[in-house]
């Protein structure tokens, strides 16, 4: 069976009882489906249930928008306050780029866009410096230059423009890519988990401005970067994906620098991978990512 076959993404949350996955699969297995990938977890902190399961798209004698429609009764059955969504395969995701000076973020998921190794439709990269222009044209992609002032009014200005560029795509995606300006309340409300932010530091370690000189002045051995869901708490949405690299007391900040440059990339990748793969469910403060 190829990867690339068409299929729809069940995710579903709920209160944890017995009967759940039987009873998930059972409605599958009713209608025909051929279920591809499961994965389950029970947060007993919380005693809630989680699952993600993929199945062949022409294995079930209905479509999308009838899948649901059943699908929902099932949800009512496992809890009133169960959480659930299902996704097609076969809508290609699109996303939007914010960026400001700093473009390794940038370089990199223009390279795995492009080689085919990122399937996401980029609509656009927008920034409040001109200097990334070049380099995401040249990959075919439409770039938009939108100037911040330091008065609150211009950057306000800036910001219902940049809403304006972002929501004319109604991208499943906004990623902050090193974008160095920090999102109104009213945009994270609007983007609510579809914003998703690289923090130069292992959060919650960190946060905020110059994360990499906090580091270098606690002489910490460890650095690293996180991919989270942006939230109106800076620096404290769900997290998605992190990871680390060793430093030692030889390296200096622009050392560190250097190498968290790398994990930014990786953590920011891996991040955005899963959230377009439907792998992410966000509960509370928390993620669970299948």
């Keep these: ?94 996303a939007v ?29 927008i920034g409040n410096h001109p200097g990334l222009g070049p380099i995401t044209e040249a990959h075919g992609v439409p770039f938009h230059h939108v100037p911040f002032g330091a008065d609150p009014s211009a950057k306000a200005e800036a910001f219902d423009q940049v809403r304006e560029l972002v929501e004319e795509h109604d991208p499943q995606a906004i990623v902050l890519a090193r974008f160095m300006q ?16 690289i923090h130069h530091s292992f959060l919650p370690s960190f946060a905020g401005a110059r994360p990499y000189h906090q580091a270098y002045e606690r002489g910490v051995k460890l650095i690293g970067a996180t991919c989270h869901y942006v939230t109106a708490e800076l620096d404290a949405g769900p997290i998605i994906e992190q990871d680390v690299i060793r430093v030692d007391h030889t390296d200096d900040v622009p050392d560190m620098v250097r190498k968290g440059r790398d994990i930014e990339k990786l953590v920011l990748a891996r991040g955005l991978r899963s959230h377009l793969e439907h792998r992410v469910l966000v509960h509370g403060k928390r993620t669970v990512v299948f």
């Design 1 to 94: 069976m190829s990867s690339t076959e068409r299929r729809f993404v069940i995710s579903l949350g709920c209160p944890d009882r017995t009967g759940i996955v039987s009873r998930v699969s059972g409605f599958l297995a009713e209608h025909g489906g051929w279920i591809l990938e499961a994965g389950h977890h029970t947060d007993p902190t919380t005693g809630w249930f989680f699952t993600r399961q993929e199945v062949r798209a022409d294995s079930l004698p209905f479509g999308l928008d009838e899948l649901r429609e059943r699908f929902a009764e099932v949800a009512r059955e496992l809890g009133e306050d169960a959480e659930w969504q299902i996704h097609d395969t076969a809508e290609r995701r699109r």
């Design 97 to 125: 780029l914010l960026v400001s000076k700093e473009g390794h973020c940038l370089h990199d998921l223009l390279g795995r866009i492009g080689s085919g190794e990122l399937d996401v439709d980029l609509r656009a990269v």
């Design 182 to 197: 920090v999102l109104p309340p009213e945009l994270c409300r609007r983007w609510a988990g579809r914003a998703i932010n």
